[in-house]
């Protein structure tokens, strides 16, 4: 099969973002990849399409996703300016003045010097240590509007905020997020923030797209699984997999998922999604799956006065 693209979406800063992006982050499944294997992953995706990849600090890897993306430019196979880099700000880096500090790290380690979006990882600050530290995100916020207004990012946004802690933003701050970086899969279709966010023209990223259809080594996740018969249906249906079917699903909520995969064949698989749409009855059957279970755990830190979940 030819290279497929994903289509862009426009941000509320007029910058634009491929719909579609490669996750680098790994351990949320039982999996052992090494740095390499990431490397290799970026490689692979860029050359079967993909523009956009989604890397942070805290993963470890910008190192290796900066080398799978100079790989791909030395082959001729991108341009810099075709390629779409997401990398985050960590928790523990929270203060205005480490903000664009910690940037600049991210862009050495990356070997660039420019990301296309930076984000706010958690709108919860930490020590290094791990414990709660007491700054507001809305001085995390003008660090990053410095971040911007320096062309060190082209966009920037947040991951993991809440509705209110978004118009907390929104009321203080002339630059609005351009992304909102969430959990959403088919066990946790957050249908309040994601509408609270497209109003107010904020876009969003749905991170572990998959939810529970891969394993999470939680036997007591809920469905659905890989071989569910709604989606087994819907997959025969379209000539496709389960996979593509629940990435299809967000992406026609207007959603930017970010799988990951370090696998050749699933990385293929998983841009393989931009030659069918889903019916509106079909999407409601996936969202029917909804349990608000999320397989990102942040409970840890429920007692942080920003913590952004419910429970
Ligand atoms: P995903 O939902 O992307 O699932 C990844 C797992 O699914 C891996 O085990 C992968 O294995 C497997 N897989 C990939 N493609 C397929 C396929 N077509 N069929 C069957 N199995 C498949 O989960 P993640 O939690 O990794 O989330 C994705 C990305 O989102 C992260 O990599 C990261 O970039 C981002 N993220 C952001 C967070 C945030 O706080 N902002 C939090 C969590 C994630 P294999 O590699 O072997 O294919």
Same mark, same amino acid.
């Given at each position: ?7 862009? +979406? ?40 993909? @523009? /956009? ?25 991108? =341009? ?47 020590? *290094?240590?791990? *414990? ?21 990012? @082209? %966009? ?39 509408? /609270?966010?497209? %109003? ?5 990223? %749905? ?10 080594? @939680? ?33 026609? @909520? ?7 995969? =370090? ?19 079909? +999407?409601? *059957?996936? %969202? ?20 952004? /979940?419910?429970?």
């Amino acid at each position: 099969a030819s290279a497929q693209q994903a289509p862009c +979406i426009e941000l509320n800063d007029g910058n634009r973002i491929p719909s579609l992006a490669l996750g680098t982050g790994r351990g949320t499944a039982k999996e052992t990849d090494s740095l390499d294997d990431v490397r290799n992953a970026v490689f692979w995706a860029l050359q079967a399409g993909y @523009r /956009h990849i989604d890397t942070a600090a805290v993963y470890g890897d910008e190192e290796q996703v900066g080398q799978g993306i100079a790989d791909a430019i030395a082959k001729g196979i991108v =341009t810099r300016d075709q390629v779409f880099v997401t990398t985050k700000l960590w928790n523990d880096k929270h203060a205005r003045d480490q903000v664009v500090p910690a940037l600049r790290e991210s862009l050495s380690r990356l070997g660039l010097d420019y990301v296309d979006l930076y984000l706010i990882h958690f709108p919860l600050a930490t020590k *290094s240590d791990g *414990s709660p530290e007491n700054i507001d995100y809305l001085e995390t916020w003008n660090g990053m509007e410095e971040a911007k207004y320096l062309g060190l990012a @082209r %966009s920037i946004g947040v991951s993991n905020f809440n509705a209110s802690q978004i118009d907390r933003i929104v009321a203080n701050s002339p630059v609005r997020p351009a992304v909102n970086e969430i959990e959403v899969n088919p066990t946790l279709t957050q249908e309040p923030l994601v509408y /609270h966010c497209l %109003s107010l023209g904020i876009a969003v990223m %749905s991170y572990s797209p998959f939810g529970f259809l891969v394993s999470r080594d @939680r036997p007591d996740a809920p469905p659905p699984r890989y071989d569910d018969p709604t989606l087994v249906a819907l997959a025969a249906k379209y000539g496709k997999t389960p996979g593509q079917i629940v990435l299809r699903y967000l992406i026609d @909520r207007g959603l930017i998922p970010i799988p990951k995969s =370090t696998n050749p064949k699933r990385i293929v698989e998983n841009i393989n999604v931009f030659d069918f749409q889903l019916e509106r009855e079909e +999407i409601a *059957s996936i %969202s029917r799956f909804n349990k608000n279970t999320r397989v990102i755990d942040i409970s840890d830190w429920k007692d942080h006065p920003y913590y952004p /979940h419910q429970s």
